[in-house]
């Protein structure tokens, strides 16, 4: 677009065929030098550049703040001190032999107690389940963009004449500049509201932190931007339709102008994002709409936004790399994944053969999924993508992966447990039923892994888990006790379910973690707590249909194993609740009060419904404790790393 023709509803102010100098403005109009109009006119338009100049500096401070936090960040990930002992270092009854230096204790003091204040939840009626830090880190961005829009404004009103009209006057105010500021700041925010949606998330690789933990920023973003494109949509409606004289011709001549018919696509492109971004338009319209829509007019609302103001490209030009970057490592990720040599020779696309399995209870449906592809090693706790073909070859969903890798890259296993809701899930549900009655495999299409490759602590380690939530809490518990043995400090699982025959879904691998508690001695323990079933055994035989409460129980062991699995044993414990959950706070302080100091930092992890994340993110930042910590009792610097994911 010619940067003449972005102004021609303005002409009357600059007229760029009477000569005189142009100056060059970054992501403006050129300016004509000497103005040649009426001297409110001309002291306006030196308004408007200024104030256009002092925007695109407070943009590039926005991008110049957001890039130091990330540095101090990673800095601070970079300088801070390990969170255990040497286990070498140790005495009888567990006491270090060296204290923590200066430092060590200085850091450690000073992260437990923030994470006591900013751990916890706050105001969830509106934000929903997310920490105090993430509400800090909206804040601090929000009293930015609100502070900066309104400082280096001019705030002045000019009465000009209009030529050739006597007695007609336009009304030139600063509304245009604070409405160009903010639509500024849109744009700029654009790339980083892209940015922090990413699957192949850059800042989760640097940081550690998974992707989930980026989506509140992501979608509040998405709130202020389509207010300051709403605000910058009406006040130059005002301006030009009200203020700017004779009507309706000035308005008439600006709203076909090219650009002007962008600005509209964009408003309306991200008026429908906005709306179907809300929760209950979610589950009205289902997951699979919300994430399709959203991926496809997101890339149209950038394409309209960059015809709409092409002199602000860049940051439009910045969202789409970040696009189709994203996708194309996500699909380099599949073939890497897929492509290799055939069973029936050559060369091509191999797809993993799954087998699924039926659990039914009250609630609902249970499949766990199992198979064998030859592929690159994952860490304990990541995820990948999965994608059914006989189901949609369209749809791919996030599914903890719940087996250990094999430490032979060829033919490891995967497991996986999906709790079925609604849409693809509940698919997949009648898919597992009918493949398990004909004894069939399905083909599945992976692409990762994703999350954090260093879950696995040494040292004092807690880990638990809600439902399905145990996909990542076993293999991380199964490494950390192959990995580091039980060596200073101590190991333990918490498992939360319904019922006791949920723990079939995890029986295999439970059936190894008891193994592992008999060489353990006290340094490995696992709880179970049962929240829906009073103490009873198990009898049904295998293959039987049991009646509870209305639902149809499917199991795919025998009776025997079932009560295996709920009798106690030293370092297995079963705790039947009948109609409550555990107090997660009293489960936290007492793995706490019981950690050897030798084990150092307690590191926890988590997975679950987000009610238990509100609760264990409660209980992990009451026991943080900095004083204690600084008098040398190191286990009161306590971590959490929590994944809410449930798929």
């Known amino acids: 677009m010619d940067s003449r023709g972005v102004l021609e509803a303005r002409q009357h102010i600059q007229n760029h065929s009477a000569g005189g100098d142009e100056i060059f403005y970054w992501g403006y109009a050129t300016r004509v030098f000497p ?28 991008w110049a703040v957001l890039g130091g936090l990330l540095a101090i960040f990673v800095l601070s990930r970079a300088v801070k001190p390990s969170r255990t002992r040497s286990p070498h270092l140790e005495l009888e009854g567990g006491r270090p032999i060296a204290p923590m230096s200066i430092f060590t204790r200085f850091w450690k003091s000073k992260t437990a107690a923030l994470r006591r204040w900013l751990l916890p939840e706050s105001l969830q009626s509106v934000f929903g389940n997310v920490t105090r830090l993430q509400l800090v880190l909206l804040a601090v961005l929000t009293g930015y963009l609100l502070i900066f829009s309104l400082v280096g404004i001019v705030y002045r009103t000019w009465v000009t004449p209009v030529k050739n009209l006597p007695g007609v006057y336009n009304t030139r105010t600063t509304m245009g500049g604070f409405s160009d500021r ?87 492109l991200l008026s429908f994002i906005w709306v179907f971004s809300f929760p209950r338009m979610i589950r009205l319209t289902g997951y699979e709409f919300f994430r399709k ?97 006989e189901l949609s070859i369209w749809q791919s969903h996030p599914f903890t992966v719940a087996s250990l890798p094999s430490q032979q890259t060829v033919n490891p296993h995967h497991t996986y447990i999906v709790r079925c809701l609604k849409g693809e899930t509940s698919k997949l549900g009648m898919l597992a039923e009918r493949l398990q009655t004909e004894k069939l495999t399905t083909p599945v299409i992976l692409s990762g892994p994703y999350g954090s490759s260093s879950l696995s602590k040494p040292g004092n380690f807690l880990a638990i888990a809600g439902g399905t939530g145990a996909t990542m809490a076993f293999p ?16 333990q699982l918490v498992w939360i379910i319904r019922r006791a025959q949920d723990l079939e879904w995890m029986a295999p691998e439970l059936a190894t973690l008891k193994r592992y508690i008999a060489n353990a001695g006290s340094k490995l323990s696992i709880r179970i707590f049962i929240t829906r079933e009073s103490c009873s055994k198990p009898t049904k035989e295998e293959g039987s249909d049991d009646e509870i409460k209305g639902a149809t129980v499917r199991t795919s062991m025998a009776g025997s194993n079932i009560s295996s699995l709920v009798d106690a044993e030293p370092g297995y414990e079963v705790v039947w609740l009948g109609d ?27 997975s679950g419904p987000g009610s238990m994340g509100t609760s264990l993110r409660r209980a992990v930042a009451a026991v943080n404790d900095g004083s204690r910590v600084w008098r040398g009792e190191e286990k009161y610097d306590v971590h959490l790393h929590w994944d809410d994911r449930q798929d």
Not at 35 to 62: E, P, R
Request: glycine letters at 8%; one cysteine or more; proline letters at 3%.
């Open 35 to 62: 103005c040649t109009n009426d001297a409110g006119s001309c002291a306006y338009l030196d308004a408007v550049y200024w104030m256009h100049t002092v925007s695109m500096l407070y943009t590039f401070i926005l």
């Open 182 to 268: 903010i639509g500024a700041f849109a744009y700029a925010l654009t790339p980083l509201s892209v940015f922090l949606s990413q699957r192949e998330s850059i800042l989760s690789l640097i940081t550690g932190m998974p992707t989930q933990s980026f989506n509140f920023i992501h979608r509040w973003l998405g709130h202020i931007i389509f207010a300051q494109s709403m605000i910058h949509t009406i006040i130059w409606t005002i301006i030009e339709a009200k203020l700017y004289q004779p009507q309706p011709k000035v308005y008439t001549n600006f709203i076909k102008q090219t650009y002007m018919i962008w600005g509209i696509v964009a408003m309306g």
């Open 293 to 389: 829509s959203h991926a496809i007019v997101a890339l149209i609302y950038i394409g309209a936004c960059w015809g709409h103001w092409n002199k602000l490209a860049c940051w439009m030009i910045a969202s789409l790399a970040i696009v189709f970057m994203d996708f194309g490592i996500r699909y380099i990720k599949t073939l890497l994944i897929h492509v290799g040599y055939m069973k029936s020779g050559g060369y091509g696309f191999v797809s993993a053969q799954a087998t699924l399995q039926c659990f039914d209870d009250a609630e609902g449906r249970v499949v766990r999924i199992d198979f064998e592809h030859n592929h690159g090693q994952w860490s304990p706790g990541q995820h990948f993508y999965l994608c059914f073909p």
């Open 476 to 491: 991380v518990i199964l490494q950390r006790v192959q990995e580091y043995g039980h060596i200073g400090g101590n190991t």
């Open 580 to 606: 409550h959950h555990p107090d997660l706070s009293q489960v936290v302080n007492d793995f706490v009060e019981s950690a050897p100091e030798i084990g150092g930092s307690v590191s926890v992890i988590g």
